[in-house]
C-alpha cells in the first residue's frame, strides 16, 4: 500500500482543483454532479470538505464529505481509473471510519446490474449497512428528476438520523445545486 494522506481543497486555485473536478466529472453519471461554478461555491462551506486522496505528490482520488453534528455524509468517492484495484478507496473508506466518532451516510445506485452490485459489495466488505428506507436524492440540475438511491451507513442509522440526514441533505447539500439556487 502507498503512504496516503488526504489534502483539503479550500478553493478552485489549488493546483490539482482542475484534475480532481475532471475526475468527478468523469466518474459519475451528469444527473450525480454540480456545474463547475456550484462545486466552487460550495467549497466556501466550512461542513463541506474537498479532499484530495494522494500519495506524496501523487493524486489518487477524491473524498467529498459532509459533516454534521450527527453524521459524516460521503457525496462523492473516486480513485483515479489507473489506481482502482490497489484497495485505496478501501483504505480511504477505513481512514475515515476511524476517525469519525459518528456514523458515516452513504447513497449507492440501487443494486440491480454487475456494476451497482458490485460497488454495493464493495461497501458491505468495508462494514456498511443497506437501510430498508426508501430515499430519493433531489437533483443537482434542472432538468433532472429526483432519483431513487439505497442509503448504506457505518454503523447503521436509526430512523431519526436519517431524517436528519434527509433534511439535511434537502435543505443545506442541496443549496449548492443549479436546479435549487435561490
Known amino acids: 500500500m502507498f503512504p496516503i494522506s488526504f489534502e483539503r481543497v479550500y478553493g478552485p486555485r489549488h493546483s490539482c482543483f482542475d484534475r480532481a473536478f475532471n475526475l468527478y466529472q468523469n466518474s459519475f ?10 462545486q466552487i461555491d460550495v467549497l466556501s462551506d466550512c461542513e463541506y470538505h474537498f479532499e484530495l486522496v494522494m500519495s506524496e505528490d501523487e ?5 467529498l464529505t459532509w459533516e454534521t453534528t ?14 482502482r484495484g490497489y484497495n485505496i478507496g478501501s483504505y480511504v473508506l477505513d481512514c ?16 440491480k446490474d454487475p456494476v451497482s452490485i458490485k460497488r454495493k459489495e464493495f461497501y458491505e466488505k468495508s ?20 432519483h431513487e438511491l439505497k442509503i448504506m451507513s457505518y454503523p447503521q442509522i436509526s ?3 436519517y ?13 449548492y445545486a443549479e436546479a435549487h439556487r435561490s
Not at 70 to 83: G, N, R, T
Not at 102 to 111: A, C, G, N, R, S
Request: no cysteine.
Open 163 to 175: 431524517l436528519s440526514f434527509k433534511n439535511y441533505l434537502e435543505n443545506h447539500v442541496m443549496k
Open 96 to 111: 475515515l471510519k476511524q476517525s469519525a466518532e459518528k456514523p458515516v451516510i452513504l447513497e449507492i445506485d440501487p443494486p
Open 127 to 146: 462494514g456498511f449497512i443497506e437501510s430498508l428506507l426508501t430515499h430519493k436524492h433531489p437533483p443537482y440540475r434542472i432538468g433532472w428528476d429526483a
Open 29 to 38: 453519471p451528469v444527473y450525480e454532479q454540480r456545474f463547475k461554478i456550484d
Open 59 to 63: 493524486f489518487l482520488g477524491i473524498l
Open 70 to 83: 450527527d453524521f459524516i455524509y460521503i457525496e462523492h468517492l473516486a480513485i483515479v481509473p489507473e489506481k
Open 159 to 161: 430512523d431519526e438520523v
